[in-house]
């Protein structure tokens, strides 16, 4: 289950990220989305029907897309408009993909750019180009669908990257699969003008957050920029798959997922565990 408040102004678009995000807990898993219930908060006495309308139209409009059945829902009046699902999806038992199965040897391949929290963060604030609206709002819409099919029988473990951000998904990998993660953030992909955003001091409260909580856990080399590092904590909503891959496996999956237009970056490996969970290298 998962719902969010609005990262961009236009409706339809939100109620699709929307979808899209709630779906991706199921995708990480090597899962198959079957149905769905929305969650809905809306201020019914001063909001827009119109703009109602045009949410849920945005959110089941990728469901058809993912071949998801909408089975009904619940909505409370809200002064904060909230908007998600609750998704059920089926997996054999043997094929569930979890974030305890890295091993030694892996190498990590990330499946979407990263910066969503500082764009969002930019757009609040009025200073976002329109040119990295649309790139940011059709990465968020795109399901992990794709990825999650070219990573069955394949990936080791694997997570969808959202509110924790980069780091915090890998350590919780790092932490389950009791390996040390080492991330090459020069290989790291971002989003256009996500670094020069955070360099200009746009950051959300959740990536300060991130920061303070997982950050004893990072070990940073010198050489890392600043604004590197700050990004590499932001929040993503819809965010990509960090998959754990065999590194004789990697080139095969790559393919797989430029066959389906996904550009799959190998962006670290899976070490034995050290003395944290996470290292960073420049």
Same mark, same amino acid.
């Given at each position: 289950?998962?719902?969010?408040?609005?990262?961009?102004?236009?409706?339809?678009?939100?109620?699709?990220?929307?979808?899209?995000?709630?779906?991706?807990?199921?995708?990480?898993?090597?899962?198959?989305?079957?149905?769905?219930?929305?969650?809905?908060?809306?201020?019914?006495?001063? @909001? +827009? $029907?119109? =703009? *109602?309308?045009?949410?849920?139209?945005? &959110?089941?409009?990728?469901?058809?897309?993912?071949?998801?059945? !909408?089975?009904?829902?619940?909505?409370?009046?809200?002064?904060?408009?909230?908007?998600?699902?609750?998704?059920?999806?089926?997996?054999?038992?043997?094929?569930?993909?979890?974030?305890?199965?890295?091993?030694? @040897? +892996? $190498?990590? =391949? *990330?499946?979407?750019?990263?910066?969503? &929290?500082?764009?969002?963060?930019?757009?609040?604030?009025?200073? !976002?180009?329109?040119?990295?609206?649309?790139?940011?709002?059709?990465?968020?819409?795109?399901?992990?669908?794709?990825?999650?099919?070219?990573?069955?029988?394949?990936?080791?473990?694997?997570?969808?990257?959202? @509110?924790?951000?980069?780091?915090?998904?890998?350590?919780?990998?790092?932490?389950?699969?009791?390996?040390?993660?080492?991330?090459?953030?020069?290989?790291?992909?971002?989003?256009?003008?996500?670094?020069?955003?955070?360099?200009?001091?746009?950051?959300?409260?959740?990536?300060?957050?991130?920061?303070?909580?997982?950050?004893?856990?990072?070990?940073?080399?010198?050489?890392?920029?600043?604004?590197?590092?700050?990004?590499?904590?932001?929040?993503?909503?819809?965010?990509?798959?960090?998959?754990?891959?065999?590194?004789?496996?990697?080139?095969?999956?790559?393919?797989?997922?430029?066959?389906?237009?996904?550009?799959?970056?190998?962006?670290?490996?899976?070490?034995?565990?050290?003395?944290?969970?996470?290292?960073?290298?420049?």
């Amino acid at each position: 289950m998962d719902f969010i408040t609005p990262v961009v102004d236009d409706p339809f678009d939100y109620g699709a990220i929307a979808a899209a995000n709630s779906l991706s807990d199921i995708y990480a898993m090597g899962a198959r989305p079957t149905v769905a219930l929305s969650i809905l908060g809306f201020p019914s006495e001063t @909001g +827009d $029907l119109n =703009v *109602l309308r045009e949410i849920v139209r945005g &959110g089941a409009a990728t469901l058809r897309q993912a071949d998801v059945q !909408l089975l009904g829902g619940h909505s409370v009046r809200d002064p904060e408009i909230k908007f998600g699902y609750a998704v059920t999806g089926e997996v054999h038992p043997r094929r569930i993909v979890s974030i305890a199965g890295a091993r030694a @040897g +892996d $190498l990590l =391949v *990330l499946t979407k750019p990263i910066g969503t &929290g500082i764009l969002a963060t930019a757009l609040k604030r009025g200073v !976002l180009a329109p040119d990295r609206l649309r790139s940011m709002t059709l990465q968020m819409k795109r399901l992990n669908r794709a990825a999650a099919e070219a990573m069955r029988g394949i990936a080791h473990a694997a997570t969808d990257v959202t @509110g924790f951000g980069l780091l915090g998904h890998a350590r919780n990998m790092a932490r389950a699969s009791r390996t040390t993660l080492r991330v090459w953030s020069a290989a790291v992909p971002f989003l256009p003008g996500a670094l020069e955003l955070v360099a200009e001091g746009i950051a959300s409260a959740g990536l300060s957050s991130n920061r303070d909580g997982i950050g004893p856990e990072v070990l940073f080399q010198e050489g890392v920029p600043h604004p590197v590092r700050e990004a590499l904590f932001d929040p993503q909503t819809s965010g990509g798959l960090l998959m754990s891959i065999p590194a004789s496996r990697v080139n095969a999956l790559v393919k797989k997922l430029a066959l389906a237009r996904i550009r799959g970056t190998v962006i670290g490996e899976v070490r034995p565990r050290g003395r944290r969970p996470l290292e960073v290298q420049a």
